[in-house]
């Protein structure tokens, strides 16, 4: 089935521990995103990729981390978990930043608690 | 600022038509977004509106206004299954979106 699959579902971390969500597309999209939403919030975006090899800040990037080297990979890294880091985070993909509707699709998200 | 308001909370009954109101106020502007999250799952696209007027698609409708700064969800029929979170959000001139809070959506029987 076609889509984004994100790992994990959930995880407990401590505090200052380093974290990487992983993230693959199948769908041959050239954007990808990760975004976390918090309750009461709005999606915030943290890191944007328009092609493989590059990356772009989002409005929330501090703490986190990504990398592009493929079409089908972008993973999440948080380099010293802290508890503000707590939320759900979701990858997305597109088929181009300005290409038309260039609607998102979502993974099932991936729900992080930093003690 | 960038911004986007929509209610928090809206509670209609099964079989009844319900509006969900959305404004907006961006650098520039490139269409507006509709996506339904149910609880624990991920956005799933709606509709796609960027010029003026009504789109609708099935028991669902969007209508946006560009002058105004606003658009609105239209749900006819309601069924159980609509229960979900609807997401606003705005495509700025930079073409990244700008999201609302969400409006929850709570239908009874």
């Known amino acids: 089935i076609a889509g984004i699959t994100q790992a994990p579902t959930s995880q407990i971390l401590a505090a200052g521990r380093r974290m990487t969500l992983r993230c693959t597309q199948d769908?041959?999209?050239?954007?990808m995103y990760w975004y976390r939403q918090d309750l009461g919030l709005g999606l915030r975006l943290i890191h944007y990729s328009n092609t493989a090899g590059t990356t772009g800040k989002g409005e929330v990037p501090d703490g986190y981390s990504v990398s592009r080297a493929n079409t089908d990979d972008f993973p999440l890294t948080l380099a010293s978990a802290v508890p503000s880091q707590t939320s759900v985070y979701f990858c997305?993909?597109?088929?181009?930043?300005?290409?038309?509707?260039?609607?998102?699709?979502f993974g099932a998200g991936s729900r992080l608690t930093v003690l | 600022g960038q911004n986007i308001d929509q209610p928090t909370e809206m509670t209609a009954t099964e079989g009844a038509i319900v509006q969900i109101n959305c404004t907006y106020q961006?650098?520039?502007?490139?269409?507006l977004f509709w996506y339904q999250q149910h609880a624990g799952e991920a956005p799933t696209f709606l509709s796609y509106?960027?010029l003026d007027g009504l789109e609708e698609k099935g028991r669902f409708s969007s209508f946006l206004s560009r002058s105004k700064g606003y658009s609105y969800l239209l749900l006819k029929e309601l069924q159980m299954k609509d229960s979900a979170s609807y997401l606003c959000?705005?495509?700025?001139?930079?073409?990244?979106?700008?999201w609302g809070a969400g409006t929850k959506l709570i239908i009874k029987p």
């Open positions: 961006t650098s520039g502007f490139n269409g």
């Open positions: 769908m041959r999209h050239n954007a």
């Open positions: 959000a705005a495509r700025d001139s930079n073409y990244q979106l700008i």
């Open positions: 509106n960027v």
């Open positions: 997305a993909s597109s088929e181009g930043v300005d290409t038309g509707a260039n609607v998102l699709t």
